[in-house]
């Protein structure tokens, strides 16, 4: 009997067996243990299983079968991730692999029958169904199935989360790697992928601190040369190309790869260019000598058929103009030679950026605004040079309504004073003095105003011009005063421009001491490295603000308060940065502006005597001498034009074209002398 119950104990065991031996899927996250060891080598088309974290982390489409993943999708201005040196190592065999490439779940197993509830209570009852419950989850550096080490399994991981386009979980897994000091050697490999997936992220500041990191560790590291072309992409990216120019100064005697090289060039010439000019700035001429020079070596090198020949050569052109009017008093005739060069310089820039079809929209854009630069340069230089209607000529080249239009009204209305064409000067200081305009800082309108008017007898218009120049400006004068005697650090001078901003972006109500402020913000903002500068501040705000709409688990990672830390450090120095440029800038117009206001005074005091003297010739000729008398004039325009008189009112498509009329101004001095002699005849 006892013989009997130990074979039916088998029978039922065996029976149990049977029934459960076509399921061969395991649920050991993912691992199949019942297939070929891994010493044999794999049969062509076999797919790979998945982990049960990248199940639930990956919703995208197959990206191919095993071992032959293609690289991630390549930017147009990104490097191929196909060609980096980590892609290199085979993460597709390790990593997580997409829910398409999983093993097909079997059939349902039937379900045997149910065993008596009392099975004699010999051990496990192995006629019940499995409970279906998850598998547990575990690390990826517990089995190793390639053969290599779980640390390099976990950097394989987070390169395979990169070429799967998760980024955000790509920069997190590679900054756990950083900040475990056992795995020194995969930090620099690490890091790499943690800088590329920032700028995936379109988080191009934080991207460039992590290149920075690569970089400084010296050319003979893996990922040197390739941190210096993402240095490229990330200039492309952000709107000031100058945050990458320290770091491109940095390594400038490195041998930068053969499609970057002029590039290269054109962004380290910038560097010296606006070393240069700072240079010049602080008096320390025989340095910035140097720059400007070394400006003009680099530009040479960039040749004619390369993209960044016009901007080199805009460059070389401002060096040379730059070197000219520093040499035309100590000698002339090379200080005339480099002007000239200047001027060759310029037209071949404006040569280069006529357009021309099949241009893309940036770069039509791009060299739009440089042919713009190109006119405003020539135009100044033959004001230089007293060729005024030069001047005048090139500054009509600038097209309405564009970036230099204001600047190129300003700039003819001196030009036409000095021809005499004074309603044409007059016309376009109507322009500027329109509402439209009224945020715009340009003080001497109000004193080139003045002395046209002083310059027609018109002494009265002249000293109410001048009042209101004085009411206007003399508190941005003390203002400004106040503001450069306080020799605050320097980032408290952009601290104090900051604020005015921040009040304009919030539409917060402004007291007249921020009008003021106002004013001076925009008169430091006129210096175009500051600008940018500023840009790039703003820029970095912008990107530390972006942090608050990551995913909580970015939003809350240790990666992000470091990342945060960080760029609070860089925005500390480009504040400083900005600082120095506005503390520059604003003694620069401070002393402009004690000039303009000592102007203002002397033609007062001019015109106070020259009212005199009329006054005087008045008297001798019995009253019969008067100051001023009345020019004939005509209302007649060419025929595709419309003479509408001016009374006060503004019309955008107006603007620029306005003429004003001289009804009256000075009497021939021969005609007041005659009538003086005639009068004492009598």
Not at 47 to 67: D, E, L, Q, V, Y
Not at 260 to 286: I, S
């Amino acid at each position: 009997m006892l013989r009997s119950f130990r074979l039916i104990r088998l029978a039922v065991l065996g029976l149990a067996l049977v029934w459960t031996a076509p399921s061969f899927a395991q649920n050991f996250e993912g691992l199949d243990l019942g297939g070929q060891s891994k010493s044999k080598k794999k049969k062509k088309g076999a797919s790979t299983t998945r982990s049960s974290k990248a199940s639930k982390s990956k919703k995208k489409p197959t990206r191919g079968s095993r071992g032959k993943t293609p690289p991630a999708p390549v930017e147009d201005d990104a490097p191929a991730e196909a060609t980096g040196p980590i892609e290199a190592t085979p993460a597709a065999v390790t990593g997580p692999t997409s829910p398409s490439e999983a093993t097909p779940a079997p059939a349902p197993t039937p379900t045997p029958p149910a065993a008596p509830a009392n099975s004699g209570g010999f051990g496990l009852d192995l006629t019940q169904e499995t409970p279906k419950t998850p598998a547990p989850t575990m690390s990826f550096d517990a089995v190793d199935v390639s053969g290599k080490t779980a640390d390099r399994q976990r950097l394989d991981i987070t390169v395979s989360l990169f070429k799967n386009d998760e980024y955000e979980k790509a920069a997190m897994s590679a900054h756990e790697l950083l900040a475990d000091p056992k795995l020194a050697g995969l930090h620099t490999e690490a890091r790499y992928v943690l800088a590329k997936s920032l700028y995936r992220m379109g988080m191009y500041h934080s991207s460039l601190g992590e290149f920075s990191k690569l970089l400084a560790l010296g050319p003979s590291t893996k990922f040197f040369k390739t941190s210096l072309e993402w240095l490229f992409f990330i200039s492309r990216k952000t709107k000031n190309e100058t945050v990458i120019l320290d770091e491109i100064a940095r390594h400038a005697n490195q041998e930068f790869p053969e499609k970057y090289r002029n590039e290269f060039r054109y962004l380290l010439a910038r560097y010296h260019f606006v070393r240069g000019r700072a240079l010049d700035q602080v008096g320390q001429n025989a340095d910035a000598d140097k720059s400007f020079a070394e400006v003009q070596r680099l530009t040479l090198l960039i040749p004619k058929t390369d993209a960044f020949y016009p901007r080199a050569r805009y460059l070389d052109g401002l060096a040379s103009f730059r070197n000219g009017s520093r040499q035309k008093d100590a000698a002339a005739k090379r200080g005339n030679g480099e002007m000239l060069a200047s001027v060759e310089a310029m037209k071949e820039v404006v040569r280069l950026t006529r357009p021309v079809a099949g241009k893309s929209a940036d770069q039509v854009k791009l060299d739009k605004s440089l042919r713009e630069l190109a006119f405003m340069q020539l135009a100044r230089t033959h004001y230089g040079m007293q060729q005024n209607r030069f001047a005048l000529f090139y500054l009509g080249k600038v097209e309405r309504g564009n970036t230099q239009w204001l600047e190129s009204l300003f700039e003819a209305s001196w030009a036409n004073y000095r021809v005499g064409q004074f309603e044409q000067a007059l016309g376009n200081l109507i322009t500027l003095s329109s509402p439209f305009f009224r945020e715009e800082y340009f003080p001497e309108a109000l004193i080139l105003k003045a002395v046209i008017y002083y310059e027609n007898c018109r002494y009265r218009e002249s000293n109410i011009i001048l009042q209101d120049f004085e009411r206007t400006y003399l508190p941005v004068h003390d203002q400004l005063e106040s503001l450069v005697k306080k020799n605050m650090e320097a980032g408290e001078y952009y601290s104090v421009l900051a604020d005015v901003q921040k009040k304009n972006k919030d539409g917060l109500e402004k007291n007249e001491t921020d009008v003021i402020l106002e004013r001076i913000l925009r008169l430091a903002l006129t210096d175009q490295d500051l600008r940018k500068t500023n840009d790039s501040i703003l820029e970095l705000e912008g990107e530390m603000d972006a942090f608050a709409s990551r995913g909580d688990t970015f939003k809350y990672s240790e990666l992000s308060k470091s990342l945060l830390e960080e760029l609070k450090v860089h925005r500390t120095g480009l504040i400083s940065k900005a600082g120095i440029m506005a503390k520059g800038k604003l003694e620069t117009e401070l002393v402009a502006l004690k000039q303009l206001l000592a102007n203002g005074l002397r033609i007062k005091f001019e015109t106070t005597t020259k009212e005199k003297e009329f006054l005087e010739d008045q008297l001798k000729a019995g009253g019969r001498t008067s100051i001023v008398k009345k020019y004939k004039f005509s209302v007649a325009v060419s025929d595709d034009q419309l003479y509408w008189p001016y009374e006060g009112e503004y019309w955008r498509d107006e603007l620029g074209t306005y003429q004003y009329t001289l009804t009256k101004g000075c009497i021939d001095r021969d005609t007041a002398n005659r009538n003086v002699q005639s009068a004492e005849a009598l």
